[in-house]
């Protein structure tokens, strides 16, 4: 597979390994590729707990319906 980098890419990449933080430009794609599919992969980890709490309460009756927690919106965005 070839991939174009813009020039501003290459010369950060090559930057990289010229200051020693990487042993080749391979090297360094691959970890920002690592890096990149571990970002994408764990995105919304944080949000799970959010999402557990949420539907705790809503199981314990807790909950506002749709329709008003919409009209309350609407009232913060109007003023």
Same mark, same amino acid.
């Given at each position: 597979?070839? $991939?174009?980098? *813009?020039p501003?890419?290459? +010369? =950060?990449? &090559?930057?990289?390994? /010229?200051? !020693?933080?990487? *042993?080749?430009? /391979?090297?360094a794609?691959?970890?920002? $590729? ?5 970002t994408? /992969? @764990? @995105?919304? @980890? =944080? ?5 557990? &709490?949420a539907?705790? /309460?809503?199981?314990? !009756? &807790? !909950?506002?319906? !749709?329709? &008003?927690?919409?009209? +309350?919106? +609407?009232?913060?965005? @109007? +003023?």
């Open positions: 597979m070839t $991939i174009q980098l *813009s501003e890419q290459q +010369r =950060w990449l &090559e930057a990289q390994v /010229e200051a !020693g933080h990487f *042993s080749s430009l /391979e090297q794609v691959a970890v920002a $590729i690592a890096d990149l599919m571990a994408v /992969e @764990d @995105d919304l @980890d =944080w949000a799970k707990p959010l999402v557990d &709490e539907a705790a /309460e809503l199981d314990r !009756g &807790e !909950g506002v319906p !749709g329709d &008003e927690a919409l009209a +309350r919106i +609407r009232k913060v965005l @109007d +003023r």
